[in-house]
């Protein structure tokens, strides 16, 4: 009697194991050491995780050990490896149901999931569904809806995936929007729904009256017509659906806008007004990751509309540069756009190679600004910061003087002494022509 006394004073993990490292010797037929030799041989090596797993889940104690041994049985014939078992057990105590993983795995081969390259997407789905309560039945209910709109397999998984909530049970009604978006957009083979869906799941989830609708109303006033839209929405799904109502009015009032060089503005819209809406946003977005307000990069696009024909690799280079090497931060963009417009390895390293130097030799006693780097020339800038100190010619990039001299000889069209080809030729004065100007010289 004092033994059951005080062994049922005893934390559960200390009397199945009594040590993190020794195992109790006695009361080898209780429901609890059952549960401990199965689990702790498949699962868990520490005795604290079986503790706490019991713990918040009483019904694996009234769950006979030959019940608990099929899900973990299912589950490795699904290609979950010890670490993959720990973690969705944890994460999801009820897949030790049978009768609840089985239903689960009826959805899995709908899915078709059924190998072990597929263990971590079925991972993924149980914990999903674990913390947001979706039940197998919701599931496998929103799945045929998907599949009945003509959702492949790939395309269901990336939905759930970012927007579990469509597979509740009073979720989203996705077949209504994208009936809408097959009207709007003008969307009719499946795989461009597809790769509309996988691209941008999110859209989704948008109101159709208070966010869809007004889009597609303000693509039709300002002009863009059903085909330019369907090639820009599969193209860039999530750049176009994600706009706010007006954002796209003040991209294309910036379009029509642009003070800029013909060729340049031709460039820019050369693959269509909407595509160029979208480059700008990519851009206003860029420019917005680091700091910006949006008007503020609109003014900056506004200005140096060159910005939109660089790449994305190349601002983000530019603005990494401008931040951490050139010590300058966000805000110096809006008072000096061109930045964006300029060559980093003829015009900006050149130039803070020579500053850099003249500060490690205490010659520079003045405040560099970003003006001094985008808006001198190269003649000004060597004449005010290389021209006194002779060994930072060599780091500029050679002589002035002998660049000149070689500007001198290019400009030069041809070889020295052609002029003597050009010389007019020569007439003798007859003795008529002499009287003649004798005569005229009388007069």
Request: charged share 25%.
């Amino acid at each position: 009697m004092a033994t059951r006394a005080l062994l049922a004073r005893r934390p559960l993990h200390l009397l199945i194991y009594g040590s993190p490292h020794q195992k109790l010797r006695y009361i080898s037929n209780s429901p609890e050491i059952s549960l401990a030799n199965l689990l702790g041989k498949h699962i868990f090596p520490f005795s604290s995780h079986l503790h706490e797993l019991i713990q918040h889940n009483p019904f694996l104690i009234r769950t006979p050990s030959s019940d608990l041994s099929k899900p973990i049985s299912l589950l490795q014939s699904l290609g979950f490896s010890k670490t993959s078992l720990l973690y969705v057990i944890h994460a999801c105590p009820k897949t030790l149901d049978y009768e609840f993983l089985t239903k689960w795995n009826n959805g899995f081969f709908e899915l078709g999931l059924t190998n072990a390259a597929s263990a971590s997407t079925i991972q993924m789905i149980l914990v999903q569904s674990a913390s947001n309560k979706i039940e197998p039945e919701d599931f496998i209910r929103t799945l045929r809806q998907m599949k009945s709109v003509g959702f492949s397999a790939e395309t269901v998984i990336r939905v759930f995936e970012a927007i579990p909530a469509a597979f509740m049970r009073d979720g989203i009604h996705i077949s209504r929007r994208i009936e809408f978006l097959k009207k709007s957009a003008g969307i009719k083979k499946q795989e461009e729904l597809n790769k509309i869906c996988q691209s941008y799941p999110e859209f989704l989830a948008f109101s159709i009256d208070n966010t869809l609708r007004p889009l597609f109303a303000e693509l039709s006033d300002l002009g863009f017509d059903q085909i330019e839209v369907r090639k820009v929405l599969i193209q860039n799904p999530n750049l176009l659906l994600s706009m706010e109502f007006g954002e796209l009015s003040r991209y294309v009032n910036l379009l029509e806008g642009l003070k800029c060089r013909t060729p340049i503005k031709n460039r820019v819209l050369a693959r269509g007004r909407l595509c160029a809406v979208v480059d700008i946003k990519i851009r206003i977005e860029l420019l917005c990751k680091h700091g910006l307000i949006q008007r503020d990069a609109l003014k900056i696009l506004h200005v140096e509309p060159r910005s939109i024909l660089y790449s994305q690799e190349d601002l983000e280079k530019k603005i990494q540069f401008l931040l951490q090497q050139l010590g300058f931060n966000i805000d110096h963009l809006f008072e000096f756009p061109d930045y964006l417009g300029v060559n980093l390895e003829k015009q900006i390293i050149p130039r803070l190679q020579v500053v850099d130097f003249l500060k490690s030799k205490g010659l520079l006693e003045m405040v560099v600004e970003l003006k001094h780097f985008v808006r001198l020339s190269r003649r000004k800038f060597y004449n005010f910061f290389v021209k006194p100190y002779t060994d930072c010619e060599k780091i500029f990039g050679g002589l002035m003087r002998d660049v000149r001299v070689n500007d001198e000889k290019l400009k030069r069209k041809h070889p020295t002494g052609l002029w003597k080809l050009f010389k007019p030729q020569k007439y003798f004065d007859s003795e008529d022509d002499v009287k003649n100007i004798k005569q005229f010289m009388d007069i």
